[in-house]
């Protein structure tokens, strides 16, 4: 997401193309070598997973990168038999996000960056801003970001806060102590490999592929490492689709028609008619859940505190929306302030941030 100051105001940057106020953090290029970032990328990415699964086609889409900022990790490109690193591909979400602002040129920014980011990840990013043309860049850790953001209608709110950032690919905390408007980071704890992937995984690994074996046989497909990965790859999607339907509704019917799953290992095309309550996504997600509660208590304990000593819990990330983790939270630390947007609650904090910078 991108945001910026206006009169005073912070405004979101909605996306050109879907005007929403978050864009996929995912590229995808085309056979004549042209990239795409966003929306369309993501659905390019679905397509070419669950095309992949019948007939081994070249896979030039890109997620999650985030994770393996700051190491060698290479994402090859078959249609252009180029090799990307993390950081071009993040810098090509920054400069799609960069794109969205049609009346000025923007040379400085703000760039957030997980709070368990080691120098070589926090290097990285800066790298990727530099390579979509920022030439001011500040890097503002994602915990103090919502806090700011949070912050603006509740300073008053002296004490310990404490920020439950659970994202996409990573998730962190942090407890900041706040004192006459004034807000400093106390410590942090984090995991860059704990996020809305690993949930989305687990409800493939219990509740989708128990559901085909029952019905097809894909043993050949389950002992190879390789194609293994890339069905639990394609079955993410209706992980996510289950996921978000289970939010505010009972229960929900998962249909796939037969063959969009690729076929089994005697070539009968695999379908997926499933039922799936809301008590079976609890009891799937909240183990990945707690690992994140545990990493906050840690956190909080670490610092002599328990729970009723914080008087703010702030949530952040799309997976924060769930009401299986709320509910955990409230029980096992305290009731989660819920005023503020967990999706766009960090870019705010980082204009708000970006407000106080002069650069001139």
């Given at each position: 997401a991108i945001s910026r100051m206006e009169n005073g105001t912070i405004r979101i940057i909605k996306s050109l193309d879907t005007q929403k106020d978050t864009t996929p953090s995912c590229i995808a290029v085309n056979q004549k070598g042209n990239l795409f970032v966003g929306d369309k990328a993501y659905l390019n990415y679905r397509s070419n997973s669950l095309k992949n699964l019948s007939n081994n086609t070249s896979f030039n889409s890109y997620i999650e990168f985030k994770r393996t900022m700051g190491t060698d990790k290479k994402y090859h490109s078959s249609f252009t038999e180029k090799d990307f690193s993390s950081e071009e591909l993040s810098a090509e979400v920054l400069k799609r996000l960069k794109e969205y602002i049609q009346d000025e040129n923007i040379s400085a920014v703000i760039v957030t960056v997980p709070a368990a980011f080691k120098n070589n990840q926090i290097d990285a990013t800066r790298k990727a801003a530099q390579l979509a043309g920022f030439s001011h860049i500040e890097v503002l850790q994602e915990p103090v970001a919502a806090s700011m953001a949070y912050g603006l209608?509740?300073?008053?709110?002296?004490?310990?806060?404490?920020?439950?950032?659970?994202?996409?690919?990573?998730?962190?905390?942090?407890?900041?102590?706040?004192?006459?408007?004034?807000?400093?980071?106390?410590?942090?704890?984090?995991?860059?490999?704990?996020?809305?992937?690993?949930?989305?995984?687990?409800?493939?690994?219990?509740?989708?592929?128990?559901?085909?074996?029952?019905?097809?046989?894909?043993?050949?497909?389950?002992?190879?490492?390789?194609?293994?990965?890339?069905?639990?790859?394609?079955?993410?999607?209706?992980?996510?689709?289950?996921?978000?339907?289970?939010?505010?509704?009972a229960s929900h019917n998962i249909y796939v028609d037969p063959g969009d799953c690729g076929e089994d290992d005697e070539g009968e095309e695999i379908d997926i008619d499933l039922t799936i309550t809301q008590e079976d996504l609890a009891r799937i997600l909240t183990p990945v859940f707690q690992r994140a509660v545990d990493l906050s208590l840690k956190l909080i304990e670490r610092n002599n505190l328990k729970g009723s000593d914080l008087e703010s819990l702030i949530l952040v990330g799309g997976p924060t929306l769930s009401p299986i983790l709320r509910k955990m939270l409230e029980s096992q630390i305290r009731k989660p302030d819920t005023n503020v947007d967990p999706m766009t609650v960090v870019s705010k904090g980082a204009a708000l941030y970006a407000s106080t910078i002069d650069i001139a």
């Amino acid at each position: 997401a991108i945001s910026r100051m206006e009169n005073g105001t912070i405004r979101i940057i909605k996306s050109l193309d879907t005007q929403k106020d978050t864009t996929p953090s995912c590229i995808a290029v085309n056979q004549k070598g042209n990239l795409f970032v966003g929306d369309k990328a993501y659905l390019n990415y679905r397509s070419n997973s669950l095309k992949n699964l019948s007939n081994n086609t070249s896979f030039n889409s890109y997620i999650e990168f985030k994770r393996t900022m700051g190491t060698d990790k290479k994402y090859h490109s078959s249609f252009t038999e180029k090799d990307f690193s993390s950081e071009e591909l993040s810098a090509e979400v920054l400069k799609r996000l960069k794109e969205y602002i049609q009346d000025e040129n923007i040379s400085a920014v703000i760039v957030t960056v997980p709070a368990a980011f080691k120098n070589n990840q926090i290097d990285a990013t800066r790298k990727a801003a530099q390579l979509a043309g920022f030439s001011h860049i500040e890097v503002l850790q994602e915990p103090v970001a919502a806090s700011m953001a949070y912050g603006l209608e509740n300073l008053n709110k002296d004490g310990f806060w404490l920020v439950f950032d659970f994202g996409g690919g990573t998730f962190d905390t942090a407890l900041l102590r706040v004192e006459d408007g004034i807000m400093r980071v106390v410590d942090t704890e984090g995991d860059n490999y704990l996020g809305g992937k690993n949930l989305d995984f687990a409800i493939v690994d219990q509740l989708i592929l128990p559901h085909i074996q029952d019905r097809f046989s894909i043993h050949n497909i389950l002992s190879d490492d390789k194609r293994k990965a890339e069905f639990r790859n394609a079955l993410k999607f209706f992980a996510e689709e289950i996921k978000n339907n289970l939010s505010f509704n009972a229960s929900h019917n998962i249909y796939v028609d037969p063959g969009d799953c690729g076929e089994d290992d005697e070539g009968e095309e695999i379908d997926i008619d499933l039922t799936i309550t809301q008590e079976d996504l609890a009891r799937i997600l909240t183990p990945v859940f707690q690992r994140a509660v545990d990493l906050s208590l840690k956190l909080i304990e670490r610092n002599n505190l328990k729970g009723s000593d914080l008087e703010s819990l702030i949530l952040v990330g799309g997976p924060t929306l769930s009401p299986i983790l709320r509910k955990m939270l409230e029980s096992q630390i305290r009731k989660p302030d819920t005023n503020v947007d967990p999706m766009t609650v960090v870019s705010k904090g980082a204009a708000l941030y970006a407000s106080t910078i002069d650069i001139a």
